[in-house]
């Protein structure tokens, strides 16, 4: 792999990482050696410096940020996002996430059978759920829950006051039949 490839392939994957990526799962990524990995990302910093992504590194690991110099304006964003309403992948994943929790991204991803990385993200900056630990096993994998905030919302004080699926479930299909 040539130094531009590289280059693009630690690009990718710092854009669709969801947390800070080590120098080291670069290099087995990549396959590429530890100097050939330093020289790219020392590149990708260089190249971002005055564009709207930054690359930090903090402990040997790398993340891509938002420039410090516009975050007035994402400030801005995210007060009118939070006003908007729900998508419906939004909803699904809130309600995956209410009647399993603890769940992972890729068991709410399997449930769904798509992505569901962006809508995560949206629920956790819109403070209806949150990280609640990690998974053991391979690659411990977050957890998520709901927040207090959710169930405020709903005017609940726990997630065991949610409707129970079989009712939920029995209410449709009376509507159903109904039509």
């Given at each position: 792999?040539?130094?531009?490839?590289?280059?693009?392939?630690?690009?990718?994957?710092?854009?669709?990482?969801?947390?800070?990526?080590?120098?080291?799962?670069?290099?087995?990524?990549?396959?590429?050696?530890?100097?050939?990995?330093?020289?790219?990302?020392?590149?990708?910093?260089?190249?971002?410096?005055?564009?709207?992504?930054?690359?930090?590194?903090?402990?040997?690991?790398?993340?891509?940020?938002?420039?410090?110099?516009?975050?007035?304006?994402?400030?801005?964003?995210?007060?009118?996002?939070?006003?908007?309403?729900?998508?419906?992948?939004?909803?699904?994943?809130?309600?995956?996430?209410?009647?399993?929790?603890?769940?992972?991204?890729?068991?709410?991803d399997r449930i769904r059978g798509v992505h569901?990385?962006?809508?995560?993200?949206?629920?956790?900056?819109?403070?209806?759920?949150?990280?609640?630990?990690?998974?053991?096993?391979?690659?411990?994998?977050?957890?998520?829950?709901?927040?207090?905030?959710?169930?405020?919302?709903?005017?609940?004080?726990?997630?065991?006051?949610?409707?129970?699926?079989?009712?939920?479930?029995?209410?449709?299909?009376?509507?159903?039949?109904?039509?």
């Amino acid at each position: 792999m040539n130094s531009q490839e590289l280059q693009s392939v630690i690009e990718s994957i710092l854009f669709v990482a969801e947390k800070p990526v080590s120098l080291n799962e670069f290099r087995s990524i990549t396959k590429a050696k530890t100097s050939e990995v330093s020289a790219v990302l020392e590149q990708i910093k260089g190249d971002l410096s005055e564009r709207g992504f930054n690359l930090i590194e903090k402990d040997k690991t790398y993340q891509l940020v938002s420039n410090p110099k516009n975050s007035e304006v994402i400030a801005k964003f995210f007060n009118e996002e939070l006003r908007r309403d729900l998508s419906q992948a939004a909803l699904e994943i809130l309600s995956i996430i209410s009647y399993k929790q603890p769940a992972t991204r890729i068991e709410v991803d399997r449930i769904r059978g798509v992505h569901s990385g962006e809508s995560i993200r949206n629920l956790m900056v819109r403070g209806l759920i949150e990280e609640i630990g990690r998974k053991d096993g391979p690659g411990r994998p977050i957890l998520y829950g709901t927040t207090i905030n959710f169930l405020k919302h709903l005017g609940l004080s726990s997630p065991e006051e949610l409707p129970q699926v079989e009712e939920v479930l029995g209410e449709q299909k009376q509507v159903i039949e109904e039509t």
